[in-house]
């Protein structure tokens, strides 16, 4: 063996050892979660991921922000343009998953627990933590792994004791990474870490020289984003997320105060996102309905206040953990009360932080409250493992013992509810994938149009290669922004050789095919009166059959779709 070959040789053994038992407890957790779970996603994921892979047309679409910004989307349409029959959101999240628990195991052993001398209590933590990220694993989503991402580097940065370079710039980078796969999660991170740094040291200036690179991407994005807006001809980028968030708020004035039919079925359409006839549902009409200012009313507060408090409800180990610390701080560090404080001031911060976040229209769910909360979590175990014990003996271990099997009762009970959740979305995805089946079994070079209530019925099992539906077309419609880029609206104007954009057109193209529309009642009705008001137009949806009548859907939300042919009445 040469000498570079014995230098390269030694510098793996070194890797290995150094970082063995992360990689390790990784490797270990991540397969426990592939043979106790199945992995599914908690938000929209799933038909987005599956229209990327074209697996329901001949498009790929690639045109919403949660698929990976620009560069890591270039990536994902070069590989399913080479080998499309391979899951590659599937395949890049599993990667992004491993790496973000290892990291995760990396950060705890050596930043929170550095000053820990015994090493099977330091394992022991780190599978505690493992565990308790399985959910992260288990429900796969871009949101949790860029927010774990920055979160991450940004608590290195700040918290270790020696930064270099190197550090800086391997962070830094990270952050960035994160950063591409969702811009929003940034902000959040920035946000929760910061005080955390402040509160611990108040050194401003000290903060800003370690985390100088995130403030400045972040800076950089929000300049380009705030230019964009304003300059714009784009109309999914003029309202989203402000419009769209307000209307999920119901943040309007009431209907009363249309002035006339027109205005008043557009008002409904508004309210529901209802919006594919961009001509009309217009940024200026849905400003104009929008109530000026915040909702500052003491419902509202108190309504978001219990939608945040649910998520810690449904979360033991996290507030279990939290006043673990709390007891433990004030039983084994008294002379250590100010830490304790501290602690104390910067989970009432981070709370605060995730109120601020969801108060615009409960915009915070687990994906979001999870990863936040979890960083957090890291922040107030630095705080209590940076502090050197000062009572020990007899009694301080008894105590850590109780505390410590109160902390596995409250994992125990978290798991299960992982458990509870993931069997029940499993049993869903199953039945509509099912269900999906036999609509292609019964019909074939049709015209399907999906809409916001049916998008579920093309969810798919995380798998490593595609499921490719192609015995009829498949289209986007009402759907919020959606359908509504430039690039899904070219592509439909080609297939039905029409203005997409028109909806008059589209609908007549829609009649002539003898388009399959599912879709609620509800929704039906809106569209039909809205077409009549608006544009004079006659179309009427006739059923055909329900949706769970095709299989055995037990989602109530489905339970309510209708598989109806649309016939344009002269």
Request: overall charge positive; some cysteine.
């Amino acid at each position: 063996m040469g000498p570079h070959a014995k230098n390269i040789f030694t510098g793996m053994k070194d890797f290995v050892r150094n970082r063995g038992n992360e990689i390790m407890i990784t490797l270990v957790v991540f397969a426990l979660s592939l043979l106790c779970f199945r992995p599914v996603t908690d938000d929209y994921a799933f038909f987005m991921s599956s229209l990327a892979a074209r697996q329901f047309s001949d498009f790929a679409y690639f045109d919403v922000h949660f698929q990976g910004f620009i560069g890591i989307r270039e990536v994902y349409k070069l590989l399913y343009y080479i080998l499309p029959r391979i899951n590659w959101h599937f395949t890049f999240m599993l990667v992004y998953e491993i790496l973000s628990l290892y990291l995760v195991l990396r950060a705890l052993r050596i930043v929170v627990l550095n000053k820990v001398n015994g090493l099977f209590l330091i394992r022991l933590i780190q599978i505690i933590v493992a565990l308790f990220y399985m959910e992260n694993i288990i429900f796969m989503s871009h949101t949790r792994t860029s927010l774990i991402f920055c979160g991450i580097a940004l608590f290195n940065l700040s918290f270790t004791t020696l930064i270099t370079r190197k550090d800086l710039l391997l962070n830094g980078l990270l952050f960035v990474f994160g950063m591409l796969l969702r811009p929003e999660s940034s902000i959040g991170m920035l946000l929760i870490v910061g005080a955390g740094y402040f509160i611990y040291t108040h050194d401003l200036r000290e903060m800003i020289r370690r985390i100088w690179i995130p403030v400045m991407v972040t800076g950089i994005f929000i300049t380009i984003f705030s230019i964009d807006l304003a300059y714009t001809d784009i109309y999914v980028r003029k309202v989203e997320p402000e419009i769209e968030y307000k209307m999920m708020a119901k943040r309007v004035v009431a209907i009363g105060q249309m002035k006339t039919a027109k205005d008043s079925v557009k008002y409904e359409a508004a309210l529901v996102g209802m919006w594919f006839d961009m001509k009309e549902m217009t940024p200026s009409f849905m400003r104009g309905i929008i109530l000026p200012g915040v909702n500052m009313s003491a419902q509202h507060m108190k309504d978001v206040l219990f939608h945040l408090l649910g998520f810690y409800a449904a979360y033991p180990f996290i507030y279990v953990v939290i006043a673990t610390f709390f007891l433990l701080g004030f039983s084994l560090l008294p002379d250590y009360r100010v830490r304790v404080a501290s602690m104390i001031l910067f989970q009432i911060c981070a709370t605060c932080i995730l109120y601020a976040l969801d108060y615009n229209g409960f915009l915070v769910s687990n994906r979001h409250f999870m990863s936040l909360q979890f960083i957090a979590l890291f922040i107030n175990a630095f705080y209590f493992f940076d502090a050197p014990i000062v009572r020990k003996g007899t009694g301080a271990k008894i105590l850590t013992g109780a505390v410590f099997l109160f902390v596995i009762s409250a994992l125990v009970l978290t798991l299960l509810r992982y458990k509870e959740n993931n069997e029940a979305i499993e049993h869903e995805v199953t039945d509509m994938a099912q269900t999906m089946k036999r609509l292609e079994q019964r019909y074939t070079d049709r015209l399907v149009i999906v809409t916001i209530d049916s998008r579920f019925l093309f969810d798919q099992h995380f798998s490593l290669e595609n499921e490719m539906y192609k015995k009829n077309t498949y289209i986007m419609f009402d759907w919020f922004t959606f359908p509504l880029t430039p690039r899904y609206v070219q592509y439909v104007s080609r297939k039905c050789n029409c203005d997409a954009s028109d909806p008059v057109s589209f609908f007549k193209w829609m009649s002539d095919r003898h388009a399959l529309y599912i879709s609620s009642p509800y929704r039906c009705d809106l569209v039909r009166r809205y077409l009549k008001v608006v544009y004079g137009c006659n179309v009427e949806f006739d059923p055909v059959v329900k949706i769970n009548a095709l299989g055995n859907i037990t989602n109530n939300d489905t339970d309510r779709d209708v598989l109806t042919t649309i016939r344009l009445i002269p």
